[in-house]
């Protein structure tokens, strides 16, 4: 898998970096017709979140992630 700054269409975990911010992974839920995060990771924001997206500009993202077996 290689970082893409293509956004991501479906639910699931992904990678997610930016300038602002080091890598992460965070939860991507469906959400009032469109993709929320849930249970972030610690530091891309200071609380969880459901109703923010980081679309920065400079987004890059790896995903959806796979769950092992």
């Known amino acids: 898998m290689n970082w893409t700054t293509n956004k991501p269409t ?4 992904y990678w ?3 300038k602002r911010d080091r890598p992460q992974i ?3 839920i469906e959400w009032n017709d469109g993709l929320r995060i849930i249970g972030i990771a610690q ?3 200071t609380h ?3 109703d923010r997206f980081p679309y920065g500009p400079d ?3 790896v995903g ?3 769950s092992p077996t």
Request: proline content about 14%; aromatic content about 18%.
């Open 16 to 18: 997610y970096k930016s």
């Open 26 to 28: 965070i939860d991507l």
């Open 43 to 45: 530091s891309l924001y």
């Open 48 to 50: 969880p979140v459901t």
């Open 64 to 66: 959806p992630l796979k």
């Open 59 to 61: 987004a890059e993202w």
């Open 10 to 13: 479906k639910p699931g975990w």
